[in-house]
């Protein structure tokens, strides 16, 4: 049994890696991988430049407001503006040559007084500005406005410079559980943890599509009676499991060593930062992983992500697999294994949100369900909306699973591999695990 276990098992790698098609498909996805880790360096390279700054120019023709400007827009700066990259300037030039003189990084402002609302003003530019630099300027010049006709109504100076000083902030979070950074960590985590989980969703789907191909190409060609004729049922169930396995976690290895590549030419080629501010830079991101405590729990949050998926691989492998012994055609296993993607999508969009669900009894029995859990329960252990307890439980439940799959689920294939009726296939199904 063990060596024709092994001979399946190197026929189906063999079907799946020694093809051009592999080859081909992988280069681009190396070269993809690597290119949307340096996208803005390509962009650059193109004629684009990230680290190019803005250049505002004032043209203040009240000789009052620039330096209220100046001011506000440093009190205006948020973590989506990054006003390192924005060069303000005054000019003395009239609206026609600025105008004339106008580059495609130029901004240009022309504040003018009004008798009706103090000062009114004209944002000036060849292309379109950031959104949310544009509002930050209208909000510097609204600030700027008030203060000067605050100024321009015999205001006490002391009382003036009191109504325009920044407002000292602290904060004070109650519960002793929660601290500052919290505010931010959940932000990033929303973020950050599903970008890292696509890659995974995408290659769900594929093993899933793999497998069910795989076993209806056997059966609709018909060699699989000239199969199971020689092996049993059990040991081609396990030759299609784990060469699909395997091949998912070479898949696995390759995304990785891209991703690693793309990351250090990334490094060492200086890439500018595409971000939409400072804080969204990896040093940043990872100063405040830090700060929070996040990067203490990566200890045995990584290993019980790693198992988890390993498991999950497994779990979609053998329903997968199940499904396939009872359809036909390829058609068929598509419908079969729609509700397959549709839980998985599920557990993909609760990946996107779980930031938000603190506190919720829901995430956390959600959490625990198989197929889904290993979408779920990393990011709300990095987050510690649940603790190490509640993950090994989701580990325990998706083992128990997996052998009930394995138990029940055999019987199934016995039924299903040699059967090309269409009909009545969830009354075999039944059947099958009941005799």
């Known amino acids: 049994m063990t060596n024709k276990l092994k001979y399946l098992i190197k026929i189906s790698l063999n079907k799946k890696i020694k093809t051009k098609w592999f080859v081909i498909v992988n280069i681009l996805l190396v070269l993809l991988v690597i290119g949307m880790v340096n ?21 203040d023709n009240t000789n009052e407001v620039y330096d209220l400007f100046k001011t506000n827009l440093g009190l205006s700066q948020n973590y989506l503006t990054d006003l390192e990259n924005v060069n303000l300037s005054k000019s003395e030039e009239t609206r026609e040559k600025l105008i004339e003189d106008i580059d495609s990084k130029d901004v240009v402002i022309i504040i003018n007084n009004d008798d009706t609302n103090t000062i009114k003003a004209e944002i000036i530019s060849d292309q379109f500005v950031d959104t949310v630099l544009y509002q930050t300027l209208t909000s510097a010049i609204n600030s700027s406005k008030i203060t000067l006709s605050m100024s321009k109504s015999n205001i006490d100076p002391y009382e003036l410079a009191s109504i325009n000083a920044p407002v000292d902030i602290s904060r004070n979070i109650l519960d002793e559980t929660k601290e500052e950074e919290d505010e931010h960590k959940s932000f990033f985590m929303g973020i950050i943890f599903p970008s890292f989980i696509l890659p995974f969703f995408m290659l769900i789907i594929f093993l899933v599509q793999m497998i069910g191909g795989e076993i209806n190409e056997e059966k609709t060609t018909r060699s699989m009676e000239i199969i199971i004729s020689n092996v049993s049922p059990k040991t081609h169930f396990f030759s299609k499991i784990i060469a699909s396995n395997i091949f998912i976690l070479l898949q696995v290895f390759i995304l990785f060593i891209a991703g690693l590549i793309g990351i250090l030419i990334r490094k060492y080629t200086a890439a500018s930062s595409f971000s939409l501010g400072s804080e969204f830079d990896l040093s940043s991101i990872w100063n405040t992983l830090v700060s929070s405590g996040v990067s203490e729990r990566l200890i045995y949050v990584i290993p019980i992500t790693i198992i988890l998926m390993f498991l999950s691989f497994l779990a979609y492998s053998l329903i997968a697999g199940i499904l396939a012994s009872m359809t036909t055609s390829i058609e068929d296993f598509q419908q079969v294994q729609t509700p397959i993607i549709l839980i998985c999508l599920f557990g993909y969009y609760l990946s996107m949100l779980a930031p938000t669900f603190e506190g919720s009894i829901f995430i956390k029995i959600v959490s625990y369900l198989p197929f889904i859990s290993v979408l779920i329960s990393p990011p709300l252990l990095l987050l510690g909306q649940i603790g190490l307890i509640d993950a090994l ?6 083992s128990g699973t997996i052998y009930l799959m394995l138990k029940y689920g055999m019987k199934i294939y016995k039924v299903g591999i040699l059967n090309y009726s269409t009909t009545k296939i969830w009354g075999k199904m039944f059947k099958a695990i009941k005799d």
């Open 393 to 398: 439980i989701a580990i325990a439940i998706l």
């Open 39 to 59: 996208l803005d360096t390509i962009i650059s390279a193109f004629g684009g430049d990230f680290n190019e700054k803005t250049n505002v120019i004032v043209k």
